[in-house]
């Protein structure tokens, strides 16, 4: 591959996070598999993605581009079928159970179970994993952070009464699923 072939097709898989639904989505799947990427090198570009990610994850002080940074990294978790990256997500959620704010948390814990259900690792032992943070959730103080303002005041999905409900809404999902 050609200097010139590789940067563009490291600029289409970065556009698309290693998205191939998104490139057919926007018909440059075929444009992409023209330059005959190797797999071993797409492998390389995610856990390269990943790695910055987590990076992110951690030094982030910001809750909403931490919550970004969660869902990008299991994103090219599940891409890369990462298996020990959900033992990571779910240390991190538990590491930061006391810390972040309950809207963060719900952002990652809905994405902590999407990369569940790519795994197809759903268990007892991770439904009440599940339930477990989301009941510590709703016997906390409701808390979101400054973080998610737009133009200085909240969504008017982010009120304590309407992010209370979407725990219990979930826990009750947890608990018949």
Not at 55 to 78: G, Q, W
Not at 116 to 131: E, P
Not at 139 to 168: A, H, M, Q
Request: net charge positive.
């Amino acid at each position: 591959m050609s200097n010139k072939n590789f940067e563009d097709a490291k600029a289409v898989f970065d556009k698309y996070d290693g998205s191939y639904y998104q490139m057919v989505r926007d018909g440059q799947y075929e444009k992409y598999k023209r330059y005959c990427v190797p797999k071993s090198l797409e492998k390389e570009w995610l856990k390269s993605k990943q790695n910055a990610e987590y990076k992110e994850l951690l030094r982030s002080k910001n809750m909403y581009k931490t919550a970004h940074a969660f869902d990008m990294y299991c994103h090219f978790t599940s891409l890369l079928g990462d298996k020990n990256g959900i033992r990571i997500a779910e240390e991190y959620i538990s590491d930061n159970m006391t810390i972040q704010d309950t809207w963060t948390l719900i952002r990652e814990i809905s994405t902590y179970t999407d990369l569940l259900r790519a795994f197809k690792a759903f268990d007892h032992k991770k439904k009440a994993k599940i339930i477990k943070f989301l009941k510590e959730l709703l016997e906390r103080n409701i808390t979101i952070s400054d973080d998610y303002k737009k133009d200085g005041v909240f969504p008017d999905y982010l009120t304590e009464e309407k992010v209370r409900e979407d725990i219990v809404r979930q826990i009750k999902y947890w608990k018949v699923n």
